[in-house]
């Protein structure tokens, strides 16, 4: 089991930013890929951001792209996720999400979700 528990959000208003952290526990975090995704009210969960194992590469949502950037700090078992020139359509609850390695992982592990608002 791995466990993992967002921090980080907030109220914050337009063109500001935020940086969110998802600490793990439980597994020997450098096994998994790690993404973040959020739900805004009323609609469902999407994709945001992913990193794999060792950092090395990166994937993000078209509408995140040049604005947001995930890195990880495998040995603080962090992952994190550098949200820049918020806008108000980026409100949602941000969970972090850990796989395995293996070809054809799921996201198999969910946080609790920490709340970002973005005003205009």
């Known amino acids: 089991q791995v466990q993992l528990v967002e921090s980080g959000g907030g109220s914050v208003q337009a063109g500001g930013s935020l940086r969110l952290s998802c600490e793990a526990s439980?597994?020997?975090?450098?096994?998994?890929?790690m993404g973040w995704f959020r739900q805004a009210p009323g609609k469902g969960r999407e994709f945001v951001a992913a990193?794999?194992?060792?950092?090395?590469?990166?994937y993000y949502a078209d509408s995140v792209k040049g604005r947001f950037t995930i890195s990880r700090d495998n040995a603080k078992n962090t992952v994190y996720l550098q949200m820049n020139s918020l806008k108000p359509e980026d409100t949602g609850v941000y969970y972090c999400?850990?796989?395995?390695?293996?070809?054809?992982?799921?996201?198999?592990?969910w946080g609790q979700g920490t709340q970002v608002t973005v005003s205009s």
């Open positions: 999400a850990a796989k395995g390695l293996s070809v054809g992982s799921t996201y198999d592990y």
């Open positions: 439980g597994r020997t975090f450098s096994n998994y890929g």
């Open positions: 990193i794999s194992w060792s950092g090395g590469n990166t």
